[in-house]
């Protein structure tokens, strides 16, 4: 026949090859490489962002999805009892539209005491407080819903109702007056479904895989667990992925086991998988610049390629794509004082390792199903 054996073998091994394994190119873009093993990628916009012309551009060549980073939460959106002020988070979706990206509505309910409005800390709830509290969340989340289901593809629709030290529901104004927040989080997402049919409703938190998030990823799989057994409308996970890498280098793979079980269980309750806020805190790692980047890459591929080998992952997003616009120096500043170094790109728009690093992980992933947002 005049081909030999291992022409044979090689072709039919290059046909059994998941679609996702190609090459990364040299002129990848991370949204481009993400969509060969059919995952959108995408990233967070805060107002400084958004107020620069450079970023806006580095975010329409880099993503296929948008999460407004807080024009979206209900402080921002509602200064008083049936008060809304939509013209900031107008803003974002007319973007999203003309540059033709898919949005992430993040969140509509963040039941967090030290993140509600002050107007809602402050509510007199009276003499039936379980009802006035129904009818004060639900209206919030139905009227934000309701105005963004043609524009938005995926929703956070509660953010954070673990506490990470109990792994209890956390305690805030809210679930005092509702006597819990279990009815408020199946409202929320029963409201949602209905406003915004087609969207895919997401339960975010940020469990992750260091230790000490054990109580944290318990209670989360407690709540999935429970919202499955009440056919409550949740589609997905969202991880949020604020990981911190580690002075030492094993840590990785001993953390790997743990937090495997962690995503099987979520699966196998038959919830999707959505990265939501990626970024690699350098506060522990010394060195300079160099070193620095480098362990933030290594670590941030790691991560990936674990979260990337479940075909449940479909869509992952990174809390802002610049170090100058990231939230991390207001969080647990570096002992040394220096600016944290945990996006794909520097201060002055340049790439770093971290993103030719996920470049490399979304082209070596296996394919799987297009994503929805
Ligand atoms: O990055 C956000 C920061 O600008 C806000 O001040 C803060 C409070 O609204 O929220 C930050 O984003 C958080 C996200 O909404 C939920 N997960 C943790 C994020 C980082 O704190």
Known sequence: ????????????????????????????????????????????????????ADYR????????????????????????PDRFTFEDADRYAAWAAKAGKALRGHT????????????????????????ACDRLVG????????????????????????????????DSVLS???????????????????AAPKAQLVYNDYMDWGTGSEKHRLGVLRLLESLRKGAIPVDALGVQAHVTAPADRGAAQRRERDWRAFLDEVTQMGYKLVVTEFDVDDREIVGDVAERDQQVADYGKRWAEIALSYPQLTTFVTWGLSDRFSWLDSFRPRADGQHKRGCLYDDDFQPKPLRAALIEAFSAAPARARPST
């Open 139 to 170: 209206r919030h989340v139905a009227t934000v819903a309701q105005r963004y289901a043609k524009r938005v593809g995926s929703f956070d629709v509660v953010n954070e109702a673990i506490d990470p030290a109990t792994g209890a529901m956390r």
């Open 1 to 52: 026949m005049g081909v030999d054996r291992r022409t044979v073998m090689l072709s039919a091994a290059a046909a059994l090859a998941p679609l996702g394994a190609a090459r990364a190119r040299e002129d990848d873009t991370l949204a481009a490489a993400a969509a060969r093993c059919g995952l959108g990628f995408g990233t967070a916009v805060g107002a400084r962002g958004f107020a620069s």
């Open 108 to 131: 509509l309910l963040w039941p967090r005491q030290d993140r509600l409005p002050e107007w809602v800390k402050a509510y007199d709830f009276g003499p039936k407080p379980v009802e």
């Open 176 to 194: 005092q007056a509702s006597g819990g927040l279990g009815r408020l989080i199946a409202l929320s997402f029963q409201l949602a479904r209905e």
């Open 57 to 80: 551009a580095l975010v329409e060549r880099e993503c296929a999805v948008i999460t407004p980073e807080n024009a979206m939460k209900w402080p921002a959106l509602s200064p008083g």
